[in-house]
């Protein structure tokens, strides 16, 4: 358990986290932080009192301000807008950019010694721009992207073939967008590669169903997009340092010439620790999955450039 874990937003990105981080004990104190007044006041109030039901006696607050983050352990950055209807997660960059700047100028003030898990859009370029506005070392700033992606794979595989999604083993690396990298090479059913077990025809359906995962979601709620597996793929992500689980996870890292790639955030096979993004392994790639990865980092440089 962690004295303190802050959450940055208040939406439903943001709440949902914060609920799953108490409801699972992994914090004596979980703040929540948003601009509007009252909102991170009274939703942390009202999961707060779910504490006698829910059997945790972590303490849930809600504030406008950072005073009452000082000191904490871990940050989860939700702030920002979420994408509507026709929206690509790059056409969030603009706004997102100055918001998530700002939040992370705050945390280096607040807490110069945390961890930060980011979840804002677009991910990949939200990680930089945090890195760049903390000075924090790579090992404390990563992104969630790779572990919902790969659980919505595994969802789909699962519910194709037939099995628990339990026995699907998979990784989706790369940039959180169009262009992200499900590795078929690495995809397997209890250890039995994928392929034994389901068509080509339709294995490619369902990576273009991951690829398309977020924006099917906008297209039904068209007010907002996801938030119920978002957040529990960025507590899944904060258990493992919290919990200091050495967890192999694909998230958004620093690149410095790992993969053949440097300068620039992009989903790879992580190892998440006490420590935070402990060690990044490099697995070997097809020469197919080698090239969509450096043309996934690409994207991600080019949004990069539109951030100033
Ligand atoms: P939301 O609109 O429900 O919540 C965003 C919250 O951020 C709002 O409450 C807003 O007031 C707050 N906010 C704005 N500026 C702020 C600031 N300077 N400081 C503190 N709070 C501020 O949106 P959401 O659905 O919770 O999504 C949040 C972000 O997460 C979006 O950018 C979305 O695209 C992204 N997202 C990422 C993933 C991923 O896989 N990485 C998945 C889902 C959503």
Not at 161 to 169: H, K, L, N, Y
Not at 172 to 200: E, N
Not at 274 to 298: F, M, N, P, Y
Request: glycine share 12%.
């Amino acid at each position: 358990m962690m004295d303190k874990i802050a959450v940055v937003g208040a939406g439903h990105v943001g709440a949902t986290t914060a609920q799953r981080l108490v409801e699972k004990n992994l914090a004596r104190s979980v703040v929540m932080i948003d601009v509007l007044e009252g909102i991170p006041q009274g939703k942390a109030l009202d999961q707060w009192q779910a504490g006698p039901i829910e059997g945790f006696d972590g303490r849930m607050v809600g504030t406008n301000s950072y005073a009452e983050a000082a000191g904490a352990e871990l940050f989860v950055v939700t702030a920002g807008i979420a994408r509507k209807p026709g929206m690509s997660r790059d056409d969030l960059v603009k706004t997102n950019a100055g918001i998530v700047r700002s939040v992370a100028q705050e945390i280096k003030q607040a807490a110069p010694k945390a961890v930060v898990v980011v979840v804002s859009n677009p991910l990949d370029v939200m990680c930089a721009v945090t890195k760049q506005a903390t000075g924090f070392p790579r090992e404390r700033v990563m992104g969630m992207a790779g572990v919902l992606d790969t659980a919505r794979y595994r969802t789909f595989l699962a519910d194709a073939i037939g099995v628990s999604v339990e026995d699907i083993q998979a990784m989706v690396l790369g940039g959180h967008g169009d262009t992200m990298v499900p590795l078929i090479s690495y995809t397997t059913v209890s250890g039995i590669p994928v392929t034994q077990l389901i068509d080509r025809a339709t294995l490619d359906k369902i990576v273009e169903r991951t690829r398309g995962g977020g924006a099917e979601i906008v297209g039904h709620l068209k007010t907002g997009s996801a938030y119920y597996a978002p957040s529990a793929a960025a507590v899944q992500m904060v258990e493992a340092i919290v919990l200091d689980k050495k967890r192999l996870l694909p998230c958004a890292a620093w690149l410095d010439g790992e993969y053949g790639i440097k300068g620039v955030f992009c989903g790879v096979p992580c190892l998440l620790g006490r420590g935070g993004l402990e060690r990044i392994v490099e697995i070997e790639l097809t020469a197919d999955e080698q090239a969509a990865l450096e043309k996934s980092a690409e994207a991600v440089r080019s949004t990069m450039a539109a951030t100033g």
